[in-house]
């Protein structure tokens, strides 16, 4: 199993001394999420900070995952604004902008794909209409990541249009080139699958996973041994499907330590697979 570590989870450092962090810990790749301190897409001289980067990794043999979720990088008085439902055409432009950037640069770093998700519903807009805006700005970027060899993945996160896994099926009926990102926490929050499940339910269509420890009902990433989550059983359910892309640990809250959260995460998930061979 190839294993990345999200960058949100590292937001203190520089991007170059988190990602010597995460090769030097054992990780096999980075999730690189994009912001304003860690390549930001936004601000001229992209291109060649993009180059480097792919340069350092590809020097350090790591994989990458491209993430999109910052909260303020469009707009810094309203987080994740705006999004692929915002009422303003404009804005919903400036969403598909800012994805058709992220995967640009996910071409330029070889990425295995590039995770974003639908958006919430601004209060009083109608849920229908919405839903066509996000048809409409998802078809966008499918149709430039394939340009670009990319996978596009779209993320049920909770509270959003797209909350569930099985929103993302209704969705990708209407787009059946649209990979799925499992987060797998997530599942834990809306209750709607166990995660294993989930794993061997959407296995054809994983573009890329997500892994944290989450306690049942509560949209928390936690370190891995905090939670509800089963974690042997969610890396043996990957393993029996063959899930060879980046799985990627996800710990948005653990930026004051990431210089102990790092190691410790994969040494945690390698306590568990040494323990399974070791049974």
Same mark, same amino acid.
């Given at each position: 199993?190839?294993?990345?570590?999200?960058?949100? *989870?590292?937001?203190?450092?520089?991007?170059?001394? =988190? $990602?010597?962090?995460? #090769? %030097? /810990?054992?990780?096999?790749?980075? @999730? &690189?999420?994009?912001?304003?301190?860690?390549?930001?897409?936004?601000?001229?001289?992209?291109?060649?900070?993009?180059?480097?980067?792919?340069?350092?990794?590809?020097?350090?043999?790591?994989?990458?995952?491209?993430?999109?979720?910052?909260?303020?990088?469009?707009?810094?008085?309203?987080?994740?604004?705006?999004?692929?439902?915002?009422?303003?055409?404009?804005?919903?432009?400036?969403?598909?902008?800012?994805?058709?950037?992220?995967?640009?640069?996910?071409?330029?770093?070889?990425?295995?794909?590039?995770?974003?998700?639908?958006?919430?519903?601004?209060?009083?807009?109608?849920?229908?209409?919405? *839903?066509?805006?996000?048809?409409?700005?998802?078809? =966008? $970027?499918?149709?430039? #990541? %394939? /340009?670009?060899?990319?996978?596009? @993945? &779209?993320?049920?996160?909770?509270?959003?249009?797209?909350?569930?896994?099985?929103?993302?099926?209704?969705?990708?009926?209407?787009?059946?080139?649209?990979?799925?990102?499992?987060?797998?926490?997530?599942?834990?929050?809306?209750?709607?699958?166990?995660?294993?499940?989930?794993?061997?339910?959407?296995?054809?269509?994983?573009?890329?996973?997500?892994?944290?420890?989450?306690?049942?009902?509560?949209?928390?990433?936690?370190?891995?041994?905090?939670?509800?989550?089963?974690?042997?059983?969610?890396?043996?359910?990957?393993?029996?499907?063959?899930?060879?892309?980046?799985?990627?640990?996800?710990?948005?809250?653990?930026?004051?330590?990431?210089?102990?959260?790092?190691?410790?995460?994969?040494?945690?998930?390698?306590?568990?697979?040494?323990?399974?061979?070791?049974?």
């Amino acid at each position: 199993m190839r294993v990345a570590y999200n960058t949100n *989870g590292a937001a203190n450092h520089r991007l170059a001394d =988190a $990602v010597a962090i995460i #090769a %030097e /810990a054992g990780y096999d790749g980075v @999730a &690189l999420t994009l912001d304003h301190h860690h390549l930001d897409p936004m601000e001229p001289g992209w291109v060649a900070r993009a180059e480097a980067l792919a340069r350092d990794l590809a020097a350090r043999r790591m994989g990458c995952v491209i993430e999109t979720g910052a909260r303020y990088l469009l707009d810094p008085r309203a987080k994740h604004e705006p999004t692929l439902l915002t009422p303003c055409a404009e804005g919903r432009a400036r969403r598909v902008a800012f994805l058709a950037r992220a995967v640009d640069i996910g071409r330029i770093l070889g990425a295995e794909a590039v995770s974003f998700w639908a958006g919430v519903p601004r209060p009083g807009v109608d849920r229908g209409e919405a *839903g066509e805006w996000l048809k409409a700005g998802v078809a =966008a $970027v499918l149709e430039h #990541a %394939e /340009a670009c060899g990319i996978a596009a @993945a &779209l993320e049920p996160e909770p509270g959003m249009l797209v909350e569930t896994v099985d929103d993302w099926r209704l969705l990708q009926h209407h787009l059946p080139r649209l990979t799925l990102a499992l987060d797998l926490g997530h599942l834990l929050v809306t209750g709607e699958r166990d995660p294993p499940s989930a794993v061997r339910e959407f296995a054809a269509h994983l573009g890329t996973v997500s892994i944290e420890d989450m306690r049942r009902g509560d949209h928390t990433h936690l370190p891995f041994g905090e939670g509800d989550m089963d974690i042997p059983a969610c890396l043996d359910a990957l393993e029996a499907v063959g899930f060879g892309r980046l799985v990627c640990v996800e710990l948005s809250r653990e930026s004051h330590r990431a210089d102990r959260m790092v190691p410790e995460a994969i040494g945690w998930l390698r306590t568990c697979r040494a323990g399974r061979d070791a049974a």
